[in-house]
């Protein structure tokens, strides 16, 4: 795949020394630790292999990679391996994708409490699904999911929200039998909103009353009972965010439609258009207008402090499994699902096979006859250094 035009190491070089000068009051190690990353990434300063075509003999060098989850260039492979992983997992039924926002009041101290408030909007999310869909009221079932986690918007602002990908049904509470939702309808959007905002202020008051909570700058009075307590009343003045999209395909179509929302980062390189004058300039869609696509400008400090303002606690899970889905749940109830739903136990032996041709395929092929490309060699960054070819060509 060719190289994109404009890369965000390629705004992170061109801000050099200038950025950090701006930026030491909030740059951490951590942020420190990601930018070297990105701008290393896929250089010799990370080492890399030799590989050969096993039909033709075409030999090429390769640099590796960070894999790093906040680089823009290692998200495909990681996508591409969770989600055949997950293929075996995905239930022969319609699928829902359901959206839990957190309301802009809550934004600073989000910023301020990353994995605190983060963990809470996985927890509360989770409990709001689980609980009303075991509501006899309404679907009367057990249901599983997965849950991603997206912290920007289009703009790259800071716009905390998960993402749920739910079958279109759950197992009955003797599970004897599987129900199925409407088949327009999965779970009423008033009331799962109203059960988040009652689930997560109850975790924020515990949170509070724990001391986990750290409040600075402009939040420093919300150490006081009283001040907290008051802007957790001023939360129940409007309703929460709760978007729920209309059941769409199987299971199949659920695969593709998950690699949408799984392993992004802030930003992709094909977003990026100019780097004038200081000035960044990206795509970004405007969902309030029908979604037209608009280009922004900014410059480009700003631009790195929002890219670095989505990064996320060292060890926190953005992708989490709940209910039926749970690791200590599934391997007893995916099974019963599969049955229930009209399909065996267990997985065929054909899909055994495919699964181990899938992971005997070459991870890329040969330029010149399509060949599988095989490793022949690893390289040290210095032997990289090396080896790898001249940045302009030199005539003899």
Not at 33 to 60: E, M, N, P, Q, Y
Not at 238 to 262: M, N
Not at 353 to 358: A, G, I, M, N, V
């Amino acid at each position: 795949m060719p190289r994109p035009p404009l890369e965000v190491a390629d705004l992170v070089s061109a801000a050099g020394t200038a950025f950090f000068d701006h930026s030491r009051k909030w740059f951490t190690w951590l942020h420190l630790k990601i930018l070297t990353a990105i701008v290393c990434c896929r250089t010799s300063a990370l080492g890399g292999h030799v590989d050969g075509c096993s039909r033709c003999g075409h030999r090429a060098i390769s640099f590796n990679s960070c894999r790093n989850r906040h680089c823009p260039k290692c998200q495909a492979n990681a996508r591409d391996r969770w989600l055949e992983a997950r293929r075996r997992e995905l239930l022969p039924t319609r699928y829902v994708h359901v959206v839990f926002t957190l309301p802009h009041q809550l934004a600073h101290l989000a910023l301020q409490n990353k994995r605190e408030i983060y963990g809470l909007l996985f927890r509360a999310s989770a409990e709001t699904l689980l609980t009303v869909a075991r509501d006899p009221h309404h679907l009367g079932a057990e249901i599983g999911f997965f849950s991603v986690l997206h912290t920007w918007n289009q703009q790259l602002l800071h716009h905390p929200h998960v993402h749920c990908v739910v079958p279109g049904g759950g197992l009955a509470v003797d599970h004897s039998r599987w129900i199925p939702a409407p088949h327009s309808f999965f779970l009423p959007v008033k009331v799962l909103s109203r059960v988040f905002r009652g689930k997560f202020v109850a975790g924020l008051r515990k949170l509070h009353g724990e001391g986990q909570l750290g409040f600075h700058g402009t939040l420093a009075h919300l150490r006081s009972p009283q001040a907290f307590a008051a802007m957790l009343r001023s939360l129940f003045r409007s309703d929460w965010v709760v978007y729920c999209k209309r059941p769409f395909g199987g299971a199949e179509h659920a695969l593709r439609y998950l690699g949408c929302y799984t392993h992004r980062v802030a930003i992709s390189h094909h977003r990026l258009v100019a780097l004038a004058e200081g000035q960044v300039t990206f795509r970004w869609r405007d969902s309030a207008h029908k979604n037209k696509k608009r280009l922004m400008r900014l410059p480009l400090e700003e631009f790195l402090r929002r890219f670095f303002l989505h990064v996320l606690p060292k060890g926190f899970v953005r992708i989490r499994h709940f209910g039926l889905f749970a690791h200590r749940r599934r391997a007893a109830l995916l099974p019963l699902c599969l049955q229930l739903l009209g399909t065996v136990d267990h997985p065929p032996t054909t899909e055994v096979s495919e699964t181990k041709s899938d992971s005997a395929r070459p991870l890329w092929r040969c330029p010149h006859c399509g060949g599988p490309m095989v490793l022949l060699e690893r390289l040290t960054p210095l032997q990289a250094r090396l080896r790898s070819p001249p940045t302009t060509a030199t005539k003899c």
